[in-house]
């Protein structure tokens, strides 16, 4: 066999032998009662169980890992925010949701928030460039109205160019009409 075969293969056996091997009974040890850190499908971020303050819950260890930022569970899943069509403004729950964002940032000095501005298909290509970048903007001035400052905030368009969803339907183009929260740490 190829080596292009062997490596699925072999990831195939651990999951296997893996879910074998969780199906035991036993007394699990300190180590196996950890949750460890969940990673996301973002390079970069990593849901890690955190307390109130937002520090790695109580026999957790952080790992020293430069440029990644541990987001709570409740955020992890929730990095996008929404737009109408030919919109750069969103609702009350999109308001609140970069309202818990702020918060998580607020005593993260060096956590740094980049805001990708995207759109739907619909549209000139420089239309579209333009009202992704006013959509990042709209989404960073409510940023900066809960209290980050504005050099912890980037942004970009990609316009129409990064669908999040393929396809003309109205579902796949409500999907791509968006402003992504991608994180970073220095």
């Not at 937002?54 to 430069?66: F, L, W």
């Not at 400052?149 to 999907?175: F, H, I, N």
Request: charged share 25%; with cysteine; proline share 6%.
């Amino acid at each position: 066999m190829g080596n292009a075969v062997r490596l699925p293969l072999a990831l195939l056996l651990l999951v296997a032998l893996a879910a074998c091997s969780s199906n035991r009974a036993k007394t699990p040890d300190a180590a196996e009662t950890m949750t460890p850190p969940v990673a996301t499908s973002e390079p970069g971020v990593v849901a890690t169980p955190l307390d109130a303050d937002g520090v790695v819950g109580a026999g957790m260890a952080a790992e020293p890992n430069e440029g990644v930022v541990n987001l709570p569970p409740e955020l992890v899943d929730r990095r996008v925010i929404y737009f109408s069509y030919d919109s750069d403004t969103f609702g009350p729950a999109e308001i609140e949701l970069v309202a818990a964002h702020a918060r998580f940032m607020a005593n993260r000095t060096g956590v740094r928030l980049r805001l990708e501005g995207h759109t739907d298909e619909r549209g000139a290509r420089e239309y579209n460039i333009g009202l992704g970048e006013r959509r990042a903007q709209a989404v960073r001035r409510a940023f900066s109205l809960n209290g980050i400052a504005d050099t912890r905030l980037a942004t970009v368009s990609y316009g129409e160019e990064q669908p999040a969803a393929m396809g003309s339907d109205e579902a796949s183009l409500k999907l791509n009409r968006r402003v992504e929260l991608v994180y970073a740490a220095q």
